[in-house]
């Protein structure tokens, strides 16, 4: 790959000078239609399942659409409305499920953006096994949420489980972990830092990586300790990954239904039933997609609005 | 021509990009204490030990998973919970597997045969609409997927694919990211490959099937394989979908398993090693594309 940044140049330079003969220069040679052609079924599926769905659920949110019935009225914002009154049937449990996912995330983030912050710098080391560790560390994400969650929730068991087991050898006395609170948010949380974290950690690397190695041998001469080296070199040349992680960890957060639904069931009570365990509850098994897909939509401008505010925010600072 | 420079500052960029790393790694050696070592230890058996536990006990008999105090090994090894699984028409997990495999397979071709063709339309040629699409395609990375879930539920049960692996391959294919992250590899292969075979009469097609392709090796295996774990994982999706007890794939046929089986854990813990020992398995072959690719949309968001 060394010698590509000749070759590009060359192309370049080919391109204007050593081929005359050529009509219309490189970029016409294709048949007008090929790009067309090309683009088809990708377009085919975007319009079909990205933006057409998009569309259609706001006309969805607009009626009294119950999936079993063949009467779907129109009801303009009613189901947004709703919403937001709290005298309406869906008003408690969305704001709860809103709510259970704003702890969620307020409870997760710092964790998962710091953890692998911390790892990675560990791992930003020379040692012998360093890509072995490196695996390990991102091999449950690999699993994904399902063979994680089954596993935790026998893990977390209060009678069978192995983290009562150890805690009882340190003298801890069993903990309820899906049955009572704060303890849940805990283990919800511990579990999610334990699956993710591989995740981050990689995106830090690769930051890491790219810092130049003279950047730090800079501040070394002027004086700078490894704490200063971290704060005014590390921390500066990881801007872009941080604003990238908090954002996509921020999103992911929110996103979380899996844990709630496999290890805590939405319990203690209605306590760990997430947003999204509410919407899809309303509209996939009890089938009322009108109000479910309002509750969609509410979220998304919510989580929109968060994301735009990380990324000006952390982008803001940059330029001063 | 203004077209051509960002594919230098790209070439300029991806050539700079790893060759200092290696050049770093082979002068320099940290000098690692006792304390690096015995943190490095105990961090990754924090991650090893719970993914043991779930292999062990799906090994172990029921009082042995009750039994207190715990032992990392068990007492005996019985394949009671595979024999159990085996058996056991409600929860096929044998036919999941085999569903998970198909839906995860053809999805991942799909979203590589696709997303190629895409890609390279945008990387390569010039076209009415190209910005536009291009700022749709990119918008949608930005929109939260579930808001997506009741549309598209309700789109699958007009076209008859509710309960269906067909549900599972193709809408998935629509998303972006396979689209974003080929464009931004292909953006960096030398034009001049394209170019000579353009001179030795080959048309377009050919230039993308016989040159462009060869050259993406390491970015379709890259696309393709995370295409294909994130669908051999999801979870919210098919547990919505697919209903009957043969068609599901492993994620929602494990939350039905739990259901079923409670606390009998060695069960349960049968049915998550048979989820995870193909992917753990195919990651331990792929780990470096799978790094890799995550590590480069970190880098490019």
């Not at chain 2, 995860?104 to 076209?127: D, G, K, T, W």
Request: hydrophobic share 55%.
């Amino acid at each position: 790959m060394t010698s590509s940044t000749f070759t590009g140049a060359e192309a370049v330079e080919a391109a204007v000078t050593a081929s005359p003969p050529r009509k219309g220069g490189r970029l016409r040679l294709n048949h007008p239609a090929t790009p067309y052609l090309m683009l088809a079924p990708y377009v085919v599926l975007l319009c079909a399942f990205v933006l057409g769905p998009a569309v259609f659920g706001i006309w969805v949110s607009l009626h009294d659409w119950d999936f079993l019935l063949p009467n779907k009225p129109f009801i303009g914002l009613q189901n947004y409305a709703d919403l937001l009154d709290p005298d309406s049937i869906t008003f408690e449990p969305f704001w709860k499920g809103m709510r259970a996912t704003a702890i969620f995330v307020v409870a997760s983030v710092p964790f998962l953006v710091l953890i692998p912050l911390g790892i990675a710098l560990l791992l930003n080391r020379t040692f012998p096994g360093r890509s072995m560790f490196r695996a390990i560390i991102f091999a449950p994400f690999v699993l994904g949420i399902a063979v994680i969650g089954v596993l935790f929730r026998y893990l977390l068991d209060s009678q069978f489980g192995l983290f009562n087991y150890l805690l009882g050898l340190v003298g801890i006395d069993p903990i309820g972990w899906t049955q009572t609170q704060p303890a849940a948010w805990v283990a919800l949380v511990g579990m999610t830092v334990w699956w993710t974290l591989g995740f981050n950690t990689v995106i830090y690397l690769a930051g890491l990586q790219g810092i130049p190695r003279d950047h730090y041998e800079a501040a070394s001469l002027d004086g700078a300790g490894s704490w200063n080296k971290f704060l005014y070199v590390t921390i500066p040349g990881l801007r872009n990954i941080l604003v990238f992680i908090l954002t996509t960890t921020v999103l992911a957060s929110a996103n979380m239904f899996g844990q709630s639904y496999l290890v805590t069931n939405g319990g203690p009570g209605d306590s760990t039933r997430t947003a999204i365990m509410v919407m899809t509850q309303e509209g996939l098994r009890s089938f009322k997609m009108g109000s479910a897909t309002a509750m969609s939509y509410i979220l998304a401008v919510f989580l929109i609005i968060i994301s735009a505010i990380n990324f000006l925010a952390l982008r803001e600072r940059e330029k001063k | 021509m203004t077209t051509t420079e960002p594919t230098n500052s790209e070439l300029a960029r991806s050539a700079d990009g790893p060759s200092p790393v290696r050049r770093r790694r082979a002068y320099r050696q940290d000098r690692n204490g006792p304390v690096f070592w015995i943190g490095i230890i105990v961090l990754a058996l924090i991650f090893v030990i719970p993914l043991l536990w779930m292999f062990l006990t799906s090994f172990r008999t029921v009082e042995d998973s009750r039994r207190i105090p715990m032992t990392l090994i068990p007492d005996e090894f019985t394949l009671r919970a595979y024999q159990l699984l085996f058996a056991d028409e409600q929860n096929p997990v044998f036919l999941w597997a085999l569903n998970s495999f198909i839906a995860a397979a053809a999805h991942a071709i799909l979203v590589v045969v696709v997303a190629s063709m895409a890609a390279y339309a945008l990387a390569r040629m010039q076209f009415r609409g190209k910005n536009a699409l291009f700022v749709i395609i990119i918008a949608t990375l930005f929109v939260p997927g579930f808001i997506f879930l009741m549309p598209n539920y309700l789109i699958m049960d007009q076209l008859g694919w509710l309960d269906t692996l067909i549900a599972l391959i193709v809408p998935g294919a629509a998303g972006a990211f396979g689209v974003f992250f080929l464009r931004q590899f292909f953006l960096a292969i030398p034009k001049e490959l394209e170019e000579s075979a353009r001179i030795d009469g080959a048309n377009t097609w050919q230039i993308f099937l016989r040159v462009v392709l060869p050259n993406a090796k390491p970015a379709l295996v890259t696309l393709g394989v995370l295409s294909f774990l994130g669908n051999w994982n999801d979870f919210i999706w098919p547990v919505f979908v697919l209903f009957s007890p043969e068609r599901l794939t492993l994620p929602a046929g494990l939350a039905t398993l739990q259901a079923a089986y409670n606390i009998d854990y060695p069960v349960v813990m049968a049915g998550a090693t048979i989820a995870a020992l193909p992917v753990l398995i195919l990651f331990i072959f792929v780990q470096r594309y799978v790094i890799e690719g995550v590590a480069t949309s970190g880098l490019k968001g």
